[in-house]
């Protein structure tokens, strides 16, 4: 019933892929949505940074908890060459330890194709318009993250249905992300055509999820209309839910930063210090609430959670909304 393009390449059960999340995706995440049947998929600066496990033992954490497919995110912008040779190690020691997808975003992901590939793995690159696309496929990416203006994190400017349209006649599978709330937003999504869905802000609001408590409820109070994007966080702008962070810090960059992000060369600069400042703020609040400052990363898919909800629960209840799924 659910099988797509998506389930039989990777070997899942349902195409639903548990997105990387900085710094929401603990290792019991991951391994919940992989145990469900969809496909998790691994921030390594979560893992490391935030959870504290050598890469290497963080992952085999999670195949203790799971024997089922996993994914791992590779950002593979050039903005230093220190943070590319580590990717570059971390794609390698991910490989080694049998993840099958390799979720790449930002930069040229053709290093990771060739790595992926010669490992058996398959490489899906997040992107917001037709140029990037083509660019990734010109690279060999074997499908595409569709990031649209509803998605969590770094959102992209078109609707789904826009964004489906415009990568629909590319040949490979498509994933929607942004947006994916309840069962009938995966059901809207799969109707649309995509192969699939990539959820993000649905998977913090469940028991599975070690972020602070205070961020739950904030996804369980929030409507759409509370999603707003701050370039404060990583210099681009990021979903967060509207709240005393936001207000006491604003969502515009200052004017400086602003032309500095302007520049061609500079702009990797600002986003780099932008990016390290948020490395310790997010994590900080993410664990630690309202007291921590309260800054809390969501997409507009907050309109249709109301419930915390263990992973299973929620998968199941996505598979059962397929039109032609069994009673
Ligand atoms: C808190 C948070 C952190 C995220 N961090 C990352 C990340 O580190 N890497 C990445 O590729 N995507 C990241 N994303 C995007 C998600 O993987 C996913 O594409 C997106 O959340 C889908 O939209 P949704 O939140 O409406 O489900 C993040 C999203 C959220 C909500």
Known sequence: VTATELTRRLGIELPIVGGAMYPCSNPELVAAVSEAGGIGVVQPMTLTHVYGHELRAGLRLIRGLTRRPIGFNAIVERSSRLYLERMRRWVDVALEEGVTLLVTALGNPDWVVARAHAAGALVFHDVTARRFAQRALDAGV??????????????????????????????????????????????????????????????????????????????????????????????????????????????????????????????????????????????????????????????????????????????????????????
């Open 142 to 327: 074997d499908g595409l993250i569709c990031v649209n203006d509803r998605a969590g994190g770094h959102a992209g400017d078109l609707s789904a249905a826009a964004l489906f349209a415009e990568l629909a006649d590319l040949g490979v599978p498509l994933v929607c992300a942004g947006g994916i709330g309840d069962a009938r937003d995966f059901a809207d999504a799969l109707a649309l055509g995509y192969a699939g869905v990539q959820l993000g802000t649905r998977l913090i609001a469940t028991p599975e999820c070690h972020a602070h408590d205070d961020y739950k409820q904030a996804i369980l109070r929030a409507k759409a209309q509370d999603i707003v994007r701050t370039e404060k966080l990583t210099g681009v702008p990021v979903a967060v839910i509207d709240g005393p962070w936001v207000r006491a810090m604003g969502t515009r960059a200052g004017p400086l930063a602003r032309r500095l992000l302007r520049h061609r060369r500079a702009k990797h600069w600002v986003r780099a210090l932008y990016s390290l400042r948020s490395l310790f703020t997010l994590p900080r609040a993410a664990r630690r609430g309202l007291s921590a400052g309260g800054v809390f990363q969501a997409g507009c898919s907050v309109e249709h959670i109301d419930t915390i909800e263990p992973v299973a629960a929620i998968v199941r209840r996505f598979a059962a909304s397929l039109p032609d799924a069994p009673p």
